[in-house]
């Protein structure tokens, strides 16, 4: 059986007739132009089904809504954070940089119940580096750390790339250190008295 | 002096819209938006573009033949809008009302091709010169069916003169002076013995007086679109091979000499194609018993009614065929070097000649 669709046509009317069909085309999506494409996200059911009309959006004024799911840039809720280190630990392209400062005393809790010993004076990533792999997030005990759904923040300086999510002033953080410090002083003070103390005995 | 300045306000208000309509057109044709920031729908676009390349340094490459190099864009823009002074916009108003203007037009239109290849030579870059040399064999080539239809309609109406033709086309026929006792009649046959001398409208077209000049019209279309180095015939400015053609060296104010060169090559083939087939500056509609649809479209002669209405259906039907170039841009796709030469020797100068032929006996039913 000779398919219909591949045969190769040949003659005047029938080149006539594929030229017309090909104004025809262009013409029926340009009568269509006033239509337009629904800023509908990639879950809803129709997002594949659109028949006609302009299927492009202006941008900066209008966006398709991103999947919850998705992994755009990363936020972390710096109150939450116990400073565990886990997310600097298992990121691949090491870009979470944190420093930890014991405190004298407990800082406070988390949201959910999680007793709150350190300070953060460093909590940078990279954004630059960053390869989008979540598993920081998976990982984080307190689930301070979080993809948020913002995906356009290109930076046309490199440096602006890297998130500082402290909340310490250096200032701060300096205090801390020399609290930290004094304490210890004491502690290894009143740790070697005793220990003279019990020499003694 | 002044119809120059008046020619060249009209040409340059016509340009920026086509060229805003090209790219409007464009994108809806593929389902995108088109310019929008630019003002109210992005309707600035092409006076800000043309304002940019204003702005933009004029770069004369070092290894360029400095003098053919700077006066290609001049002497290109020059052959075409010369071609304008023949145009009439309407009944009365025409830059220069030459007895012989078809000859004219087509003489110094030629003229392009010579800025076309001092412009690709010139630049001293086998792409510039690739593309004039492709621009030039087929500017030439199409030169002849494009003649030869044109020829046609000239036996159809024996006159050189575009106003003479204009004023045959209509229910002004007999007010050129000349023609005061010709008779206009349907399909230009009077055996058939249907005057349509004051009917007008769409039967006295060119196309209506003698159908077989639609044939010759198809032919003039294709050829003119082949002339402006239009889609499907721009292979000598072939983007995705050559780059840009033989305007691949320039920029700033002689790379918007040469893009308002092209647009306005397009207008004008445009207008020749109405003035010689679709009924020039005459009405469409056509005067019925006693509704006088023609008389009431055409206005008076020499006052005001008259210009704005001889104007208005020009300018419409010229846009009409600007919007199907346009269309046919973004429509088919580029012709291979060897088709485009098929297409031009082997079928279409033929049907021209055969046409022209015809034209002459079909003449001879007319009078
Ligand atoms: S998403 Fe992956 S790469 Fe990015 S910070 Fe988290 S663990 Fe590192
Ligand atoms: S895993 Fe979570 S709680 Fe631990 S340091 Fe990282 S962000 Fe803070």
Redesign the interface.
């Known amino acids: 059986m000779k398919k219909s669709s591949v045969t190769h046509k040949t003659g005047f009317w029938e080149v006539v007739k594929s030229?017309l069909s090909?104004?025809r085309?262009?013409?029926r999506?340009?009568r269509n132009?006033d239509k337009r494409r629904a800023p509908v996200p990639v879950m809803d059911e129709n997002y594949f089904k659109q028949p006609e009309?302009?299927?492009?959006?202006?941008y900066p004024y209008e966006a398709i809504p991103v999947p919850e799911n998705g992994r755009y840039r990363l936020h972390n809720e710096i109150d939450d954070c116990i400073v565990c280190d886990l997310c600097a630990k298992i990121c691949p392209v090491n870009c979470i940089t944190i420093e930890s400062v014991k405190a004298t005393e407990e800082i406070g809790m988390t949201s959910d119940g999680t007793k709150k010993r350190l300070y953060a004076p460093v909590f940078d990533i990279d954004m630059a580096k960053c390869c989008y792999c979540g598993l920081c997030t998976t990982v984080c005990p307190t689930d301070c750390l979080t993809m948020t759904p913002v995906y356009d923040f290109a930076e046309v300086d490199i440096k602006n790339m890297i998130y500082h999510f402290t909340d310490l002033t250096p200032e701060q953080a300096e205090e801390k250190k020399q609290l930290l410090a004094k304490q210890q002083e004491e502690m290894a003070a009143a740790k070697a008295a005793a220990l003279a103390a019990r020499k003694q005995q | 002096m002044l119809a120059f300045l008046l020619t060249l306000m009209l040409l340059l208000g016509i340009v920026i819209v086509l060229a805003y309509a090209e790219r409007k057109v464009a994108a809806f044709m593929q389902d995108r938006m088109g310019p929008t920031e630019a003002g109210p729908y992005g309707s600035l676009q092409s006076v800000l573009d043309v304002l940019k390349l204003l702005q933009k340094e004029d770069i004369v490459p070092a290894a360029a033949d400095k003098k053919l190099f700077k006066l290609a864009p001049i002497l290109i823009f020059a052959a075409v809008f010369a071609g304008f002074a023949v145009i009439p916009f309407t009944p009365d108003l025409i830059p220069a009302g030459i007895g012989i203007g078809v000859f004219y037009l087509l003489a110094i239109i030629s003229l392009d091709v010579v800025g076309l290849l001092m412009a690709g030579w010139g630049s001293n870059n086998k792409y510039a010169m690739l593309g004039a040399m492709r621009s030039v064999a087929q500017i030439v080539s199409y030169e002849i069916p494009a003649g030869l239809a044109i020829l046609s309609v000239v036996m159809i109406c024996q006159s050189l003169d575009f106003q003479e033709i204009s004023y045959q086309q209509g229910v002004l026929l007999n007010r050129f002076p000349g023609l005061e006792f010709e008779k206009n009649w349907l399909f230009g046959i009077e055996a058939l013995g249907i005057n349509t001398t004051n009917i007008g409208g769409i039967t006295t077209w060119n196309i209506f007086r003698a159908p077989l000049l639609l044939v010759a019209f198809v032919i003039y279309f294709i050829a003119s679109l082949a002339e402006s180095n239009r889609a499907p015939f721009d292979i000598p400015e072939a983007e995705s091979e050559l780059v840009a053609g033989f305007h691949v060296e320039y920029s700033g104010f002689r790379f918007a000499i040469l893009f308002l060169a092209e647009y306005s090559m397009m207008v004008l083939v445009s207008l020749v194609a109405v003035i010689l087939f679709l009924g020039s500056w005459n009405t469409p509609l056509p005067n019925l018993t006693t509704l006088k649809l023609a008389n009431w479209t055409t206005g008076t002669v020499g006052e005001l009614s008259g210009i704005l209405w001889g104007g208005f259906w020009l300018l419409s039907k010229t846009f009409v065929l600007l919007f199907l170039q346009l269309q046919i841009r973004w429509t088919y796709p580029r012709l291979r070097v060897d088709q485009l030469m098929y297409l031009c020797w082997k079928v279409l100068t033929p049907v021209a000649l055969v046409i022209v032929l015809l034209a002459g006996i079909w003449r001879l039913l007319m009078v």
């Open positions: 030229l090909g104004l085309l262009t013409w999506h340009f132009a009309g302009l299927v492009t959006l202006t």
